[in-house]
């Protein structure tokens, strides 16, 4: 990436087509290129980057497209300010019949006028969810393994997604009232392996206005309106306006900044946690941990708690709750080498406590 922002300006306009240059003459300066570019000049230096090793993945992500306005602003914005090759990736999650083909005909009809190349998947999520699944959950996990294999399969070096302002303050909220701590007031990570957000600093609906602006449309999905199918739906179209219209009408705003200055905190406490657990790793493979329980034993159970979330994170298993944590954590500090316990983290796996030792375990 050149670090000359008339060089990264100049690079965007080249990319308009003589029209957007010229509606972009007209528009008012917050919704210009110009803008946007210093925006999006001060990100560059962060997005992802082709490993020395992996010199066919320079310069080429891939962008997930639901349809919706967030996903459709940033495959525009994308397409300007990327400095390498853009892929537009769009999931049909097999839920809303007629809808959801709509959704991928407008996806694939949208990059198409931008030149782009589209690739798209239908994946029967009612299908493919596991038994203790929400179809949100399923969704998800299917469309974010999709986008995995699209990213080896065309030699991306990133994935970027449509997260917002909005979604990080809704989520840091969602995620309080969960109780997950200072881990969930995080909200949404920047940047989490392939994956990262360009547009967690923009609101939703100021996008939106930049793609009004530009006489672009996009779609709506059905089953964001209904409060009844998630807690998240709630949350955006009930709750938040409340809390605006009696509390703070800025409070997006501070949920984004209390987000922020949780992330230097996470970002501290996973340090530490990574470094007693490599102190106390035993056996380390895809299914099972093994720690030296007694040495575990003897911390801090907020030091434990550090060093559980890290063999959690290794073995890419769900979360727990703040409590179901603690409670584990407890249960560490209470047995002596004379017994035993067994402590179920997720249907398929368990913690247990053998040979002195504690045992991270697929079953």
Known sequence: MHNNFKFFYNNALGRLTPEEREINLQLEYKYSLYALAEYFFKLAGSWPKAQANKINKINKIIIAVSGGGDSIALLWLMRAFY?????????????????????????????????????????????????????????RRLRYEWL?????????????????????????????????????????????????????????????????????????????????????????????????????NNAVGHLASFAEDMRAMREAEEQRGQELFNELLIEHSE?????????????????????IREAGRLLNLKTLSRQRTLELAKLIKKYKSDNSFVFQWQKDFIVKYENNNLNFVKL
């Open 83 to 139: 400095h390498g090759e853009v892929i537009a990736a769009h999931v049909n999650h097999c839920i809303r019949g007629l809808e959801a083909d709509q959704d991928e005909r407008f996806v694939k009809d949208f990059a198409a006028e931008l030149n782009l190349k589209f690739v798209s998947a239908k994946i029967d999520v009612p299908e493919l969810k596991f038994k203790a699944e929400s179809l949100e959950e399923a969704a």
């Open 148 to 248: 995995i294999e699209s990213a080896d399969k065309f030699d991306a070096c990133g994935i970027a997604l449509g997260h917002n302002r909005d979604d990080l303050a809704e989520t840091v909220l969602f995620n309080i009232l969960r109780g997950t701590g200072i881990r969930g007031s995080v909200g949404i990570p920047e940047r989490r392996g392939l994956f990262f957000r360009p547009l967690l600093g923009l609101s939703r609906d100021f996008l939106r206005e930049i793609l009004s602006a530009r006489n672009i449309s996009w779609r709506e999905d059905s089953t964001n309106q209904d409060v009844n199918i998630s807690s998240r739906n709630f949350i955006r179209l009930e709750l938040m306006p409340l809390i605006a219209s009696k509390i703070n």
């Open 287 to 307: 299914a099972k941990i093994i720690l030296a329980r007694d040495k575990l034993r003897a911390l801090s159970e907020r030091d434990i708690i550090l060093v």
